[in-house]
C-alpha cells in the first residue's frame, strides 16, 4: 500500500501534488531564445512569459540559461548565473512560483537554490564535478535525465548495445545509487528518460512506448518531448507546426505513467493531461 505522502515532493516552500500528471513550463533565458537584445526587456518578457503559463496551470516554471540543444555550445559559468539567477529571484518574489532550474553546473544550483528555486533539472543528471554534492545539500527534489555523452556531440552516431529503455533504466539506477550514496535520498528523486538526447526518432518512439521499463524503477517519471525533432521527422512538420503531435504524446506519456510534462504549451498541454487522466481513472480492469 502506497503512503499518500509518497505523492507530494516538498519544492523548499511548495509542495507538488503529483498524485495526478503536472505540467512543467518551460521559461528559456538564452539569447537566442528572445528577439529583442536588451536586457532589462528580456527579463520583463521572461516574467510576463512565466505568468501567462501559471494562470494556464503550470504547476512547475522550468528556468534554462544554457542551450542543450543538439550541437549547441557550451556556456561559461558566470553567463549562466547571469541568465538564470535574477529570472529566478524574480519568478519567486513576485510571482512565488515552484521555479524549478534546467542547470548542470554546481555553482547555477548553489545559487538559484539560495534564492528560493524549488527543484534542480539537471540533462547531465548530477555528473559534473560537485553537483552530486551541492544538490544533496541543496535540499531540493532532483529530477536525474539519462544521456549519453555532451550535447555538442550526442547527435552524431548514439548507438546502444541493448533496447533502449534497458539501457536507460540501467544508467538511472546507477545515478539514483550514486544520489543515494551522496546522501540525496530517492523519495527526492524524479527520473526523465531525455527524450530527443542522443537518440534516434526510433529510439525514441520505442522509449515511449516501453515507458513502463522505467515505471519500475519506483520514482516519478518526468518527460520532455515538446516539439523535439522526433515530431518534426515523424510527421514532417516545422518547430512551429508540432503542437498537435505534441499533444498525442503528451497523452501516451501519461498512460505510460508519467507525471511531471515538460511543455511550451502549457495550455492545451494540461487540457491533453487532463482528458487523458480523466479517462484513466474509470473503470480500469482489476
Ligand atoms: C529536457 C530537459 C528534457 C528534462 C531540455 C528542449 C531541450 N530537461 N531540458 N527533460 N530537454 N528533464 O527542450 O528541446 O527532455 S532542453
Known amino acids: 500500500m502506497k503512503h499518500p505522502s ?12 503529483l498524485s495526478y500528471p503536472r505540467v512543467m513550463g518551460i521559461l528559456n533565458v538564452t539569447p537566442d531564445s528572445f528577439s529583442d537584445g536588451g536586457h532589462h526587456a528580456t527579463l520583463d ?14 504547476a512547475v516554471i522550468d528556468v534554462g540559461g544554457e542551450s542543450t540543444r543538439p550541437g549547441a555550445a557550451a556556456v ?10 535574477p529570472v ?14 534546467d542547470t548542470s553546473s554546481p555553482e547555477v544550483m548553489q545559487e538559484a537554490s539560495a534564492r ?4 534542480l533539472n539537471d540533462v547531465r543528471a548530477l555528473r559534473r564535478p560537485g553537483a552530486l554534492q551541492v544538490a544533496a545539500g ?18 552524431r552516431s548514439p548507438r546502444y548495445d541493448e533496447p533502449v529503455e534497458l539501457a536507460v533504466a540501467c544508467f ?26 542522443a537518440k534516434t526518432v526510433e529510439h525514441n518512439l520505442r522509449l515511449l512506448n516501453r515507458m513502463t521499463a522505467l515505471k519500475k524503477l519506483g520514482l516519478p517519471l518526468m518527460v520532455g518531448m515538446s516539439r523535439k525533432s522526433m515530431i518534426g521527422k515523424v510527421l514532417g512538420r516545422a518547430v512551429e507546426e508540432r503542437l498537435p503531435g505534441g499533444l498525442a504524446l503528451v497523452s501516451l506519456a501519461v498512460e505510460r505513467g508519467a507525471r511531471l510534462l515538460r511543455v511550451h504549451d502549457v495550455g492545451p498541454s494540461v487540457d491533453a493531461a487532463n482528458m487523458t487522466w480523466a479517462v484513466l481513472q474509470e473503470g480500469e480492469e482489476p
Open 6 to 17: 509518497d505523492s507530494f515532493l516538498q519544492c523548499g516552500r511548495h509542495r507538488l501534488d
Open 45 to 58: 518578457d521572461a516574467l510576463r512569459h512565466a505568468e501567462t503559463m501559471l494562470a494556464e496551470g503550470a
Open 76 to 85: 561559461p559559468v558566470e553567463q549562466e548565473l547571469d541568465r538564470v539567477i
Open 88 to 101: 529566478v529571484e524574480r519568478l519567486v518574489r513576485e510571482l512565488d512560483a515552484l521555479v524549478s532550474v
Open 116 to 119: 528560493g528555486a524549488g527543484m
Open 138 to 155: 541543496s535540499g531540493l527534489p532532483v529530477c536525474l535525465m539519462h544521456m549519453l555523452g555532451e550535447p555538442d556531440a550526442m547527435q
Open 172 to 197: 538511472l539506477e546507477e545515478r539514483v545509487a550514486a544520489c543515494e550514496a551522496a546522501g540525496l535520498r530517492r523519495e527526492r528523486l524524479l527520473l526523465d528518460p531525455g527524450f530527443g538526447f
